[in-house]
Nanobody
């Protein structure tokens, strides 16, 4: 079994910063791609940022230059540093990871439970 647990969400004023963390635990062999998604009320879930096991990153245009994704492979943890936050960044943020579990030969995608980020104007 694998679990992803997010932390770091909260309420912040526009222009402020937050740092999200997501720790993976359980029967993990290898973690490939890790990512952050978000879903605002009434909207579809959208990709925010991804990072490969080789630390290559990719960002949605809406967050480029403001958000930074990083990972600590020793801790099986991915981070999202969010700066210059805007009210339109308000959403539930979800962690996602593609993981090989111990004893298996296939890759499976896992999701965290989500953490609320609210940016006030």
């Amino acid at each position: 079994q694998v679990q992803l647990v997010e932390s770091g969400g909260g309420l912040v004023q526009a222009g402020g910063s937050l740092r999200l963390s997501c720790a993976a635990s359980g029967s993990i062999s290898t973690i490939n791609r890790m990512a952050w998604y978000r879903q605002a009320r009434g909207k579809q879930r959208e990709l925010v940022a991804t990072i490969t096991d080789g630390a290559r990153t990719n960002y949605a245009d809406s967050v480029k230059g403001r958000f930074t994704i990083s990972r600590d492979n020793a801790k099986n943890t991915v981070y999202l540093q969010m700066n210059s936050l805007k009210p339109e960044d308000t959403a539930v943020y979800y962690c996602n990871a593609d993981i090989f579990t111990i004893g298996t030969m296939y890759l499976r995608s896992y999701w965290g439970q989500g953490t609320q980020v609210t940016v006030s104007s």
